[in-house]
């Protein structure tokens, strides 16, 4: 999710975090330490800086992985729809409409996003969180990207962003799992937006994007409607819903497979 970060290479400022960022390359022990000063003069507590970098390493899986993506389509949109919806995902996603009826009914509600669109990204991002939502530790991930002098600055915003996860209490560091970029839960926030946008939905204290079905799609539909999605209004190529996913994913193709799986879902 979100890949558009990596497309424009933004950094999200957090409130209270050092002005000066830690050096990347070098000795990745040093780095560390640099980072996790700088998480504590952000808000951090140095007991979820010593827990989440205690004995951490590089993981050279990460940055071979990192070094392979380019971020872009290469399939025409026929070829790439072919692939990802089919018949078996577009009858899962109808039973899910009709379990969560009444959850989708307060989200779109509150936040004005279709359900269609909402389980379609659901579905297309980890098969309704059966399919793959990464295997890697979070922090460990993040801090090999950010050392890399590659996009050192965003993938230090998104490290920080992590530990407030932690900070905040909403997962502990043993469920802190991840995707290649850091991607958490079931439509893959990286933590950044994980901060910016994750709801409670549940009303159980904590934005709980791993597990939390209320959570997940309350998220998702919040981060749509702050970027301006309309409800009632079209999604197709060259609206304004259309440009308003863009903050999930930058790709045409992809945003184009949202619409096209949403209108499977509900018949059209």
Not at 23 to 36: E, I, K, Q
Not at 53 to 76: E, M
Not at 145 to 159: K, M, S, V, W, Y
Not at 224 to 238: A, T
């Amino acid at each position: 999710m979100l890949r558009s970060l990596f497309a424009a290479a933004i950094i999200v400022s957090l409130a209270g975090g050092s002005a000066e960022a830690a050096r990347c390359g070098g000795d990745f022990n040093s780095f560390v330490a640099s980072m996790s000063a700088e998480a504590q003069a952000a808000g951090v507590s140095a007991g979820v800086t010593s827990a989440a970098f205690s004995g951490i390493t590089q993981d050279g899986a990460v940055l071979a992985f990192d070094r392979r993506q380019r971020y872009t389509f290469n399939k025409s949109f026929e070829q790439y729809v072919s692939t990802r919806v089919g018949p078996g995902r577009i009858n899962g996603g109808r039973a899910l409409l009709q379990r969560h009826a009444a959850l989708l009914s307060r989200i779109e509600q509150q936040f004005g996003v279709p359900r269609q669109i909402l389980v379609a990204i659901w579905g297309l991002e980890s098969d309704f969180g059966k399919g793959d939502m990464g295997k890697l530790p979070v922090i460990r991930t993040l801090a090999t990207l950010a050392h890399d002098c590659r996009r050192t600055e965003l993938f230090q915003g998104e490290l920080l962003a992590a530990l407030k996860i932690v900070q905040r209490g909403d997962l502990p560091l043993r469920d802190l799992i991840g995707a290649y970029a850091g991607e958490i839960g079931q439509t893959q926030f990286l933590p950044s937006s994980y901060i910016k946008y994750g709801v409670d939905f549940d009303g159980d204290g904590h934005v709980d994007l791993r597990h939390s079905v209320a959570d997940v799609l309350a998220s998702t539909a919040n981060l749509l409607h702050s970027n301006g999605f309309k409800m009632g209004q079209p999604y197709d190529e060259g609206s304004a819903n259309f440009e308003a996913m863009r903050e999930w994913n930058r790709a045409v193709i992809y945003r184009k497979t949202i619409g096209y799986f949403a209108d499977r879902l509900v018949g059209q």
